[in-house]
C-alpha cells in the first residue's frame, strides 16, 4: 500500500507539493527515476523492470502522476495491462485535465483497480478505478490530501487517520531552500498506532514486502521552471534524497 501526500496551493510559487512512499515486493526489480524512455524524452520516471511502466514521475512541462494499488490487488494479473502504464499516458499530456480526461476513457476492464494521482499547478485530479466498472474523476480541492489503497483523505485507514494530521502540522517543504526536513522525516517515520508495521508510513517488515524508495516533487508556478525532483533509492531514514538530473 503505496502512499502519496500532496499540498496543492494554486495561486503559489509553488503550487504542488508531493511526497511519496513506494510499498512493493523487494523482488521486483526496478530502477531508480530517470529519463528512461527514448520516446518520451521530456518524462523522468521510475521504471519498473517487469512490466516496462512506473508507479511515479513528472514530465518536463509540470504534470506529475503517481498509481497506487486498491485494496486487495497488489501485483499483477492475467489478461490485464500494467497499472504502470496510466503513469506514462498521463504523463504523455501537456496539462493534468487533458490527462485526467484521456485516461477516464480507459476501459476499466483492462486494469485491475487502482487510484491515481495527477496533478500540476493549477489542478489535482483523483481518477478512481474500484472494480465497480467505471473509472472516475474527482477534481480535488486545495490543501492537503493523502491517498493509500482506498479514497483520498479516507480516516477508515489508520495511516491517513494517524499521519494526515501531522502533516498538516509540520512545515511546509521550502524548494527554494532545497527543505524538506519535515517531510522527510514523517516518511521516514516506522510508528503505527494499531501496532502493525504495515500501518507505519515507512514500513519494515520481516517478509519481502516494504517501503523500498521515496520521492519528493514540486512543481512551480512558472512555466520555464522545470519540476523540482529528489528520490531516496532506499527506505526515507536510511538513504538520501538525491535529485533526479535532467
Not at 504542488?16 to 531508480?32: F, G, K, M, S, V
Not at 517487469?50 to 518536463?60: E, Q
Not at 483497480?113 to 473509472?135: C, Q
Not at 472516475?136 to 480541492?141: F, G
Request: charged letters at 25%; glycine letters at 8%; a negative charge.
Amino acid at each position: 500500500m503505496c502512499t502519496v501526500v500532496v499540498l496543492h496551493r494554486p495561486g503559489h510559487d509553488w503550487p504542488l507539493l508531493l511526497a511519496a512512499n513506494r510499498d512493493e515486493l523487494a523482488t521486483r526489480p526496478a530502477r531508480p527515476p530517470g529519463r528512461h524512455w527514448p520516446d518520451r524524452p521530456e518524462v523522468r520516471a521510475g521504471l519498473d523492470l517487469s512490466a516496462g511502466g512506473s508507479w511515479l514521475g513528472v514530465n518536463d512541462w509540470g504534470v506529475v502522476a503517481a498509481v497506487l494499488n486498491r485494496v486487495g490487488t497488489l501485483g499483477p494479473a492475467h489478461g490485464k495491462r500494467s497499472r504502470g502504464e496510466l503513469v506514462l499516458e498521463a504523463l504523455d499530456h501537456p496539462d493534468a485535465a487533458s490527462a485526467a480526461a484521456a485516461l477516464a476513457d480507459l476501459d476499466p476492464r483492462a486494469f485491475r483497480p487502482f487510484n491515481l494521482v495527477i496533478g500540476d499547478a493549477r489542478d489535482l485530479f483523483f481518477v478512481r478505478h474500484a472494480g465497480d466498472g467505471s473509472i472516475r474523476v474527482v477534481r480535488l480541492e486545495p490543501g492537503l490530501t493523502m491517498v493509500t489503497a482506498r479514497e483520498p483523505n479516507d480516516v477508515g485507514c489508520p495511516r491517513i487517520r494517524r499521519y494526515r494530521p501531522l502533516f498538516a502540522a509540520a512545515s511546509v517543504p521550502d524548494p527554494d531552500r532545497e527543505d524538506w526536513s519535515d517531510w522527510q522525516l514523517l516518511l521516514g517515520s516506522r510508528a503505527s498506532a494499531t501496532g502493525d508495521p504495515r500501518d507505519a508510513l515507512c514500513i519494515v517488515t520481516e517478509g519481502a514486502y516494504g517501503t523500498l524508495s521515496s520521492s519528493l516533487v514540486a512543481v512551480a508556478s512558472r512555466p520555464d521552471r522545470k519540476p523540482t525532483f529528489l528520490h531516496a533509492d532506499g527506505r526515507p531514514g536510511e538513504a538520501s534524497f538525491a535529485s533526479v538530473d535532467d
